[in-house]
């Protein structure tokens, strides 16, 4: 096509210059002639018709750009908006990529093509980078959007109950707006791979016909595109994790307390791993060999069986041990499992989505085979057990140090997950594997970026950290990187657990900083250690006066936990505290924290 055109114009080049130039198009391929093209638009010098080039490539790649938003809580999003952009690009599109929470809503109304792709987090709600858009396109602000072709990607877990809701809000909305869907909305479980690369095929070809494809267009995306942000990404990914080395896996609770907390510290070696307070560590696990060898005698089947497991031929013991999740069971397992028993009682239960539910929190799939025998032309062989399964995920933890405090280090803090059924002690699949890690035992590792959960950029202000339980980590982390910041802002901390002799974790070091002056105050609930329960949230409400003039002053408010009950029950004591002693009605109050979570000062990282 270059060629071509170069050809048709009255060349202002010599015979010799068009020849070089000619021999060199020769060599280069598609992507590279795109790269050369754009870059000499780029380049040219400020002429008339120089300018002109120039305008009308911009206009054409203005026309032509692919938009791909994503909005991620634990990164999956991310990966695959990033997956889509590299195949949009390689086939020819200019593309602009970005997080939902850094897209400019008011950019909306100008696009053409827009792919999105978005989980759905806790209850139904929108994970913390997607607020800002969902809102946008809920409100009476929310443009006609008549010339906008888009197509959604849902992600979620369908063990929760408004499972993709967030992907099923965006495609209403932007159809109720007028935008025109390029393929029907796609729902994605936690075993998203398949899915999610065929949407990518399907949405991709149908962009084809809605877009006209330019060298120059290509280019200048090209040249436009962070290259610097791309070298400062880590090459270890979730896809591609490091294999670190387990340097101390401590318990942190008393002799005689009823939880096991395990303070544990992982060498990232020469990795060049970077990460920032308030990020989190993937960690990969294996199952537990005696859990798979259970499970292999409840079924009558072979160890050593062979199973394929995407293009990999292995033993079927070995795929229940690094391949497939054992520990967290799915609505439609439990279902299968209901049918190939034909058990009554696990039939009634597949049928209704809240005892479903409540099945899985309590359950593992040993627990299906132990107890729901499977009728005897069931035919489970070792395939359609494979088939069955999940594929095995990797955990998120908080991160419980700052690098400039730990350098190659990074530390965690992990409850062992520990539950009895039936006289049968199960165990959580990763948070088990990081107890019983001897030292030098090796962890595959990917740091997941929270951009949601951050320090202010000034040092001096006041920050309030609420994290009972393990949702102090990244409380430590952030304390490590004040006190290397040299930051003179107030820290309060609240923390709660049942014990305080038992259970006051990482003590002696929030001890240490009230001395030296770098934590200001911490208030404490140990809920069983009177008559009566305290939790944080009673902490809070006692000290609400001294909290609102702390919020008036400019603190930033941040909280860690469990999302179930506590985060919820914390807000609820925030409410309270805005409306006794801010004056504030429950409906302002509301308006107030919404607001303090638009300006960042008021982030979660509850699980």
């Not at 000619?22 to 060599?27: D, I, M, R, V």
């Not at 989980?119 to 959007?145: C, M, N, V, Y």
């Not at 060049?272 to 960690?283: K, P």
């Not at 399964?389 to 990797?394: A, D, E, H, I, N």
């Amino acid at each position: 096509m270059l060629l071509k055109e170069l050809s048709s114009l009255a060349s202002p080049l010599s015979q010799s210059q068009v020849d070089k130039l000619k021999q060199l198009t020769a060599e280069l391929n598609s992507v590279q002639l795109a790269w050369v093209s754009g870059y000499l638009a780029a380049t040219a010098n400020a002429s008339g018709s120089a300018i002109q080039v120039a305008a009308s490539v911009t206009e054409a790649q203005a026309a032509q750009t692919v938009t791909i938003l994503y909005g991620s809580q634990t990164g999956n999003g991310r990966g695959i908006a990033k997956a889509l952009a590299e195949k949009a690009k390689t086939q020819g599109y200019s593309v602009n990529l970005a997080s939902m929470g850094e897209y400019n809503v008011r950019q909306l109304k100008q696009e053409t093509l827009l792919l999105l792709v978005v989980s759905t987090h806790g209850e139904g709600e929108a994970p913390d980078d997607a607020i800002e858009l969902h809102k946008f396109l809920a409100s009476k602000r929310a443009p006609q959007l008549n010339n906008l072709h888009y197509s959604v990607l849902a992600l979620g877990d369908s063990s929760y109950e408004f499972f993709c809701q967030t992907g099923k809000d965006f495609d209403a909305r932007l159809s109720a707006l007028g935008a025109k869907a390029l393929l029907p909305l796609v729902e994605c479980d936690v075993d998203y791979e398949a899915a999610a690369g065929q949407w990518h095929a399907d949405v991709l070809t149908a962009v084809k016909p809605l877009i006209q494809t330019t060298a120059n267009a290509v280019a200048l995306n090209e040249i436009n595109s962070s290259s610097a942000q791309v070298a400062s990404e880590s090459e270890f990914t979730k896809q591609n994790p490091y294999s670190a080395e387990v340097l101390v896996s401590q318990k942190i609770t008393g002799r005689d307390s009823d939880r096991d907390v395990r303070h544990v510290e992982i060498d990232l070696g020469e990795s060049g791993l970077r990460y920032e307070v308030g990020d989190a560590l993937g960690v990969w696990f294996s199952n537990s060999e005696i859990l798979v060898e259970e499970i292999l005698a409840g079924l009558g089947l072979a160890a050593d069986a062979k199973v394929t497991v995407g293009s990999e031929s292995i033993s079927l013991k070995q795929a229940l041990i690094d391949k497939k999740e054992l520990t967290q069971l799915y609505p439609g397992l439990v279902k299968a499992w209901a049918e190939l028993s034909a058990d009554p009682e696990l039939l009634a239960i597949s049928e209704d989505k809240e005892q479903v539910r409540q099945f899985i929190l309590h359950h593992q799939f040993a627990d299906l085979v132990a107890n729901y025998k499977l009728t005897t032309d069931a035919n489970l062989d070792a395939s359609k057990l494979v088939e069955l399964l999940r594929p095995l995920t990797p955990r998120l933890y908080s991160i419980a140090s700052s690098q400039t405090e730990v350098d190659t280090e990074v530390h965690l803090t992990v409850a062992l997950v520990e539950d009895e059924h039936q006289g049968q002690t199960r165990f959580g699949g990763a948070s088990h594997f990081l107890a019983s890690a001897q030292e030098g035992a090796e962890v595959k590792v990917y740091v997941e970026p929270n951009k949601h959960f951050r320090l202010p950029e000034d040092p001096q202000t006041p920050v309030i950290m609420i994290g009972p339980g393990t949702g102090v980590a990244p409380f430590r982390a952030f304390m490590q990187e004040r006190v290397a910041q040299g930051a003179k802002g107030d820290s309060w901390l609240f923390f709660g657990n049942p014990h305080f002799e038992q259970d006051f974790l990482y003590q002696t070091e929030w001890q240490q900083y009230l001395k030296n002056g770098d934590l200001t105050r911490i208030d404490v609930a140990f809920s069983r250690d009177q008559a009566h329960k305290i939790y944080v949230q009673h902490r809070i409400k006692e000290q609400g006066q001294t909290l609102w003039q702390w919020l008036q002053n400019g603190a930033h408010l941040y909280i860690c936990g469990d999302a179930e009950r506590m985060a919820k029950d914390v807000h609820q004591a925030l409410l309270a505290v805005a409306v006794e002693f801010g004056g504030l009605s429950t409906e302002a109050a509301e308006d107030y924290f919404e607001t303090l979570r638009s300006d960042k000062r008021y982030q979660k990282d509850v699980y």
